[in-house]
C-alpha cells in the first residue's frame, strides 16, 4: 500500500515535470517574439532589447526553462536594480496584456470556475447517477426508454448548442432568468442561483447524460454477475443483494470517472465559462489563447494538468480502499 | 413422512425470438434426506435450469409449470418471500466458477457471515464470525482464522470453491445442489473438491445433488443418476444399475465417451492418498 | 466537446463484453443492423451527410451560391445586417436563409462544412486506428521492455489535460494550415484509448492455442500478429472506432467553435455555431442550422455505435 502510494506519487510528479516540460518548449519554439508584442506601438529596436533582458528571453532555452522552473518553486525577480520585480513561489510570470501576476488572476477567477464545477457535479451525480440507476432497475419500461433517450440526446448534442438554446428561450422569449453573471453569493443569494442556474444545468446536463449511460450499463452487466446470484442464493433480502453486491462493483467505475471529470472542471470549463461570458478560469484561457498571452496560456495548462493529475492520484487512492483487489496484490 | 425433495413434472419454458422453448420438459424426481443424486446431461440438456427452478432463481424470461416441493413444503405455491426464507437456509446451491461466484469487493468471511446472518435473525457479528471460521475450518481450510480475512482473489481455485461450500454449509441445510461443481477446477483438486463433498455429506446428513457432464464425477458419489437430453429425462437409475446396465442409447453412448471409467476413478482415488488439502493457496 | 475521452474510454474500454471472440460474420452483423430501425435511421443520415461532402461543388451549384459569395441584398444594411425576410432569410434563393452580417449562403457553407467535419473525423479516426492497434498489437505481443515504454505513454497521454493542451498547442501553431494539425492532435490524444484494449486482448490471444500452434510451426512474428491476432480483434476495432467518431466530430467543432480549428473563410460546423453567439438573440436560425446538423451527426454515430456494440456483443453471447 505505502510502495502503491510513493509509485503513484513519483508518477504523478515525473508527468508533472513532462507536462511543463512540453508545454514550455511548444511555446518557446512556436510562439512569435512576446518583447515585440509587450512593447506596443512606440517602440524602439533598443527597448525591445530591454525587454528581451529583463525577462530572459535572450538566454538559451534550458536556462529560461530551468529559470521558469525554479520560479515555480523558489520565485524569481524580473529585472535588475530599480526596475526589478520580484515574483514570489510559485511564479508564473505576469500577463503580458495586463501586467496583472497570473497567479493573482487565478484567485481572482477560481471562485468561479469553483461554484459552477461543484454546483454542475451535484446536479449530474444525482441525475446521472439515481437516473441510471433507477433505468436499468425498470430496464424496458417507459421509465428506462426516456431516460436513454435524454442520455443518448444529451452526449450528442454539444453543449455550447444547448447553452445557446436554452439561453434563447429562457433569457430572450421567456425572459425567465437574467443573462448568466457571475453575482458573488454573499451579495444577493437569490440573483446568485438565477445566474448560475442555467450555466449549471448545460454543464450537468452533458455529464448527466454520460454518467446515466455509464451507470445503466455497469449496473446491468453487474446484475448478471455469477456473485449476484450466489447472493441471491444465499437468500438475502433483495434490498441487501442489490446494496452490497450489485451496487458497489457498478458505481466503482463511476467514482474514478467523477474524479477526474470534477477536477477537470476546476481548470475552468472553457466552453461553457466562454459561451455564458462567465468570468472564470477557462474564460481566461480562452481570452489569452485570443490576445495570444502566453503567460496566462502556460499557467492555465499547468493549473489544469495539476488539477487532473491530482485527481487522478486521489481517485487512484479511494480506489484502493474500495476495490482490495488493488489493495492487496493478488495471492497473499 | 414425505422425501425431502420432490419434483413432478417440472416444466421449464423459456421465451424467445423464435417461440416459447421447452429447456426442461416434464421431469419428475424425489431425493430422500440425506441421499445423492446425479444429474448428468450435455450443455443446454436443461440440468442447469432444473437446479435453479429447484432454488427459486430462475431468470425472468423463463416460467415454470409442475410441482417442487422442499420436506412436504410445496416450493412452487409459496410466494417469493417464503421461498427466499427457505434458500440458502434449508437448501444451498454452489456454482461452477468460484471466483466469479464471489464478490470480489468483500472478505470471504463476510461473504460466510452473510450467508448466516440472512437466516438467523439477531446473531451478533461475532458468533456469525465464529460459525464462518468453523465452517471453514470443516471444508479445511488451513488457518482458518486469519483467512476468514482475505479477499477471493488470494484464494486459489479449488480453495475459492471450498469457500462457496463453507458458504452453504454454514445454515446446514438439508439439501446442498453442487451444479457442475469441479468443472472450472485442475483434476487434482477437482478430485479433492469431490472428496470434499462426500465427507460433508456423511458428516453434516445433507442430501446432494450434483450436476454435472461428466459420467465420471456423478459416478463418484451419487446414489442415483438422471441421464437428461433436450430437457428431458431419458433414463432414471440407481447408478450401480446405470453404469452396468445402460438401457438407453443416450447413456451408452455418454458411457462410450468416458473410456476406461475404473481407470480413471482408480487414478482419482490414486490422487487422493497425496493429500494437500488445507495446504496453502 | 461533447464527449470526454475518459468518458468514451469508460463506456467501451471498460465494458468487459467486448471480448475476445471469433470474428463475428459480416454479413450477420450487417443483417441485424440494417433490422434495427435506430440503425437504419442513424446509417441513412451519415450517408446523406457523406454525401453531401463528397458532392458539395455539385451541391452548390444546384443551390445556386457558393460558401463564398456575398450576397449584400439578402441582408439590410439598417438593421446592421440582419437578413431580410423570416427565419433569417430563408427563401427561394437562400435554401438555408443567409449569413448575418455577410450574406453569405448558409445551405453552401453548411454542405461545405459538413465536408470539414467528415474530413477531419474519417483522418482524425484512420490515424488513431492505425496508431491505436499498431501500439497495442507491439505492446500486447511484445510485452517486456516493449509493452512497458508504451504503456507509460500511454498512461502519460491519458493523464494529460487533452483539451486545455490542444487548445494551447493550437493558438501557438501557424494558423495557415490548421485541417491536419486537428487530426495530428486529436490522433496523438487519442490512440491510447484504443490501444490499451487491443493490447490486453492481444495479450490473452497470445497465450491461445492458435497462437503458439502458429509459432511452433515457425511462423513469423508479424505474420502471426496479422494472420492469427488481427482478425480476432476485428469487432472489437470496429465498436470502438464507431463510437469514437462522434468524440472526434465534437472535438473538432469544438475546436472550432473555441476559434482555434478551422480558419475561416474555411466553414465549419463548429465555427458557424461560434458565429452565430453575437447574433443568436435576433436570428436563431443562425446558430439553430449548424446545431441541429452537428448534433445529430454526433447522435447518429453514437446510436450506430451503440446498436453495432449491442449486435457484437450478442454474438458473442451466442
Not at chain 1, 297 to 326: E, K, S
Not at chain 2, 60 to 70: C, D, E, I, K
Request: glycine fraction near 10%.
Amino acid at each position: 500500500m505505502v510502495r502503491f502510494l510513493v509509485t503513484r506519487l513519483a508518477g504523478m510528479v515525473g508527468v508533472l515535470f513532462l507536462v511543463v516540460l512540453f508545454t514550455y518548449a511548444i511555446f518557446f519554439a512556436l510562439s512569435p517574439d512576446p518583447a515585440v508584442q509587450i512593447c506596443g506601438k512606440n517602440c524602439t529596436p533598443e527597448l525591445i532589447d530591454q525587454i528581451r533582458t529583463n525577462l530572459g528571453l535572450d538566454r538559451p532555452f534550458y536556462e529560461q526553462f530551468l529559470g521558469f522552473l525554479s520560479g515555480l518553486f523558489v520565485g524569481t525577480t524580473y529585472g535588475t536594480g530599480a526596475n526589478a520585480i520580484d515574483c514570489a513561489a510559485p511564479c508564473l510570470g505576469y500577463s503580458f496584456q495586463t501586467g496583472q501576476p497570473v497567479l493573482e488572476m487565478f484567485e481572482q477567477r477560481f471562485g468561479v470556475s469553483a461554484t459552477l464545477a461543484v454546483g454542475a457535479a451535484v446536479l449530474w451525480l444525482f441525475m446521472g447517477v439515481a437516473g441510471g440507476m433507477l433505468a436499468a432497475i425498470k430496464k424496458g419500461t417507459w421509465f428506462d426508454r426516456a431516460a436513454t433517450g435524454a442520455a443518448l440526446g444529451g452526449v450528442s448534442i454539444p453543449n455550447y448548442v444547448l447553452a445557446l438554446v436554452l439561453q434563447y428561450v429562457l433569457v430572450v422569449k421567456l425572459g425567465w432568468l437574467p443573462f448568466p453573471q457571475a453575482v458573488p453569493f454573499g451579495a444577493d443569494p437569490g440573483q446568485w442561483f438565477l445566474n448560475f442556474v442555467m450555466p449549471w444545468l448545460v454543464l450537468a446536463f452533458t455529464y448527466a447524460s454520460m454518467y446515466q449511460r455509464l451507470t445503466r450499463a455497469n449496473v446491468l452487466d453487474t446484475l448478471d454477475e455469477n456473485f449476484v446470484r450466489t447472493a441471491r442464493a444465499k437468500g438475502l433480502a433483495p434490498r441487501l443483494v442489490w446494496r452490497r453486491h450489485a451496487l458497489r462493483p457498478a458505481l466503482t467505475p463511476v467514482v474514478t470517472l467523477f474524479g477526474m471529470d470534477f477536477a477537470g472542471l476546476l481548470g475552468g470549463a472553457i466552453i461553457i465559462e466562454t459561451v455564458f461570458g462567465l468570468n472564470g478560469v477557462g474564460k481566461m484561457a480562452s481570452d489569452s489563447i485570443t490576445k495570444n498571452d502566453q503567460p496566462v496560456i502556460m499557467g492555465v495548462t499547468l493549473v489544469a494538468a495539476f488539477l487532473v493529475i491530482v485527481g487522478n492520484v486521489i481517485v487512484d487512492i479511494v480506489y484502493t480502499t474500495i476495490d482490495p483487489r488493488v489493495r492487496i496484490g493478488a495471492r497473499a | 413422512m414425505s422425501a425431502l425433495l420432490e419434483v413432478e413434472d417440472l416444466t421449464v419454458t423459456f421465451r424467445t425470438a423464435h417461440g416459447p422453448v421447452d429447456v426442461v420438459d416434464g421431469l419428475s424426481f424425489t431425493l430422500e434426506r440425506g441421499a445423492s443424486l446425479g444429474i448428468v446431461g450435455e450443455s443446454g440438456s436443461g440440468k442447469s435450469m432444473t437446479s435453479l427452478a429447484v432454488m427459486g432463481l430462475l431468470p425472468p424470461t423463463a416460467s415454470l409449470r409442475g410441482r417442487v416441493s422442499l420436506d412436504g413444503a410445496e416450493l412452487t405455491a409459496l410466494p417469493e418471500s417464503k421461498v427466499r426464507r427457505l434458500r440458502g437456509d434449508r437448501m444451498a446451491m454452489i456454482f461452477q466458477d468460484p471466483l466469479s461466484s464471489l464478490n470480489p469487493y468483500y472478505s470471504v468471511g463476510m461473504q460466510i457471515e452473510e450467508a448466516y446472518r440472512a437466516h438467523r435473525a439477531g446473531v451478533t457479528r461475532r458468533q456469525a464470525r465464529k460459525v464462518a471460521v468453523e465452517a471453514m475450518e470443516r471444508v479445511h481450510i488451513a488457518d482458518a482464522a486469519r483467512r476468514v480475512d482475505h479477499y477471493p482473489h488470494q484464494f486459489s481455485g479449488g480453495m475459492r470453491q471450498r469457500v462457496m461450500i463453507a458458504m452453504a454449509l454454514s445454515t446446514e441445510p438439508d439439501l446442498l445442489i453442487a451444479d457442475e461443481p469441479t468443472t472450472a477446477l485442475d483434476v487434482t483438486v477437482q478430485a479433492q473438491i469431490l472428496d470434499l463433498l462426500q465427507e460433508v455429506r456423511r458428516e453434516t446428513g445433507t442430501a446432494l445433488v450434483l450436476i454435472s457432464h461428466d459420467l465420471a464425477v456423478v459416478s463418484e458419489i451419487a446414489e442415483d443418476v438422471v441421464v437428461m437430453r433436450h430437457g428431458l429425462a431419458v433414463e432414471q437409475a440407481p447408478a450401480e444399475r446405470l453404469f452396468s446396465d445402460p438401457r438407453h442409447p443416450y447413456t451408452r453412448a455418454l458411457l462410450d465417451a468416458v473410456p476406461r471409467i475404473d481407470d480413471e476413478i482408480g487414478e482419482l482415488r490414486a490422487i487422493d492418498s497425496i493429500d494437500v488439502v488445507g495446504g496453502k493457496a | 466537446m461533447t464527449i470526454s475521452m475518459t468518458t468514451l474510454e469508460a463506456e467501451t474500454g471498460g465494458a468487459p463484453s467486448v471480448g475476445v471472440a471469433p470474428p463475428a460474420p459480416r454479413q450477420g452483423v450487417w443483417h441485424h443492423l440494417l433490422r434495427n430501425r435506430g440503425a437504419v435511421l442513424a446509417l441513412s443520415y451519415i450517408a446523406l451527410v457523406a454525401l453531401l461532402a463528397v458532392a458539395a461543388p455539385l451541391v452548390v451549384k444546384l443551390s445556386g451560391w457558393g460558401p463564398y459569395e456575398f450576397d449584400q441584398s439578402a441582408i439590410d444594411p439598417n438593421l446592421g445586417g440582419l437578413p431580410i425576410g423570416p427565419l433569417g432569410g430563408i427563401s427561394a434563393e437562400h435554401w438555408f436563409g443567409v449569413e448575418p452580417g455577410t450574406g453569405r449562403d448558409l445551405f453552401a457553407r453548411i454542405v461545405y462544412g459538413a465536408r470539414t467535419s467528415m474530413l477531419i473525423a474519417i483522418a482524425a479516426t484512420t490515424l488513431t486506428t492505425l496508431l491505436g492497434v499498431l501500439f497495442g498489437l507491439l505492446a500486447g505481443y511484445h510485452g517486456g521492455k516493449v509493452d512497458q515504454v508504451v504503456s507509460r505513454v500511454m498512461d502519460f497521454l491519458m493523464a494529460f489535460p487533452a483539451l486545455i493542451f490542444m487548445i494551447a498547442i493550437l493558438s501557438a501553431l501557424p494558423a495557415s494550415n490548421r485541417a491536419p494539425l486537428l487530426v495530428l492532435v486529436i490522433s496523438v490524444f487519442g490512440w491510447p484509448y484504443l490501444a490499451r484494449v487491443v493490447r490486453g486482448q492481444t495479450m490473452t490471444l497470445t497465450q491461445r492455442e492458435f497462437v503458439e500452434a502458429a509459432r511452433a510451426s515457425g511462423a513469423s512474428g508479424w505474420r502471426i500478429v496479422l494472420l492469427e491476432i488481427l482478425p480476432n480483434l476485428r469487432s472489437t476495432i470496429i465498436v470502438m472506432t464507431t463510437l469514437a467518431v462522434p468524440g472526434y466530430i465534437g472535438t473538432e467543432a469544438g475546436l472550432s467553435f473555441l476559434g482555434v480549428g478551422v480558419v475561416p473563410p474555411t466553414p465549419s460546423w463548429g465555427q458557424m455555431i461560434a458565429q452565430s453567439m453575437s447574433w443568436y438573440a435576433v436570428d436563431p436560425v443562425y446558430f439553430l442550422l449548424p446545431g441541429t446538423f452537428l448534433f445529430l451527426l454526433v447522435l447518429s454515430f453514437t446510436v450506430l455505435g451503440d446498436r453495432l456494440k449491442d449486435v457484437v456483443d450478442a454474438g458473442e453471447r451466442r
